[in-house]
């Protein structure tokens, strides 16, 4: 089984685990960003596709980070999360809802 790494893990979901990195070698200019905070539940099912799909994703906790959240209101108008950041080749896209984010990420990294 393969798995994902959590880069800067929200608080109290501390997982590490060795593995390929394999967004990073398909898609040099990819950036994906969690934005959540630990004990979200919607969070937490976005997290374990990440860590089942082996992509690295960096975790943005927007409890913690009052500007974080400011920057989803800015994008989104609201501060619900789990949203993804999605940086690509100087373009950038803000995806809401935790099922539209599961989707993408099995589209896009595909087994
Ligand atoms: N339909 C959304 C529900 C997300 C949701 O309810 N998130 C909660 C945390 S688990 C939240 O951000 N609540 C605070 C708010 O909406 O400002 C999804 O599936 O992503």
Request: glycine share 8%; with cysteine; aromatic share 8%.
């Amino acid at each position: 089984m393969r798995h994902g790494r959590v880069i800067h893990p929200f608080s109290g979901c501390l997982e590490r685990h060795e593995h390929q990195h394999r967004a990073v070698m398909e898609s040099p200019a990819l950036k994906l960003s969690l934005y959540g905070y630990a004990y979200c539940p919607y969070c937490a099912r976005v997290t374990r596709e990440i860590e089942r799909s082996g992509i690295d994703v960096e975790m943005v906790d927007t409890l913690r980070n009052p500007e974080a959240r400011d920057q989803l209101y800015r994008e989104l108008g609201r501060g619900t999360v789990p949203v993804l950041r999605i940086q690509a080749g100087g373009v950038e896209r803000w995806l809401p809802e935790s099922r539209d984010i599961i989707q993408y990420l099995r589209e896009r990294f595909k087994a």
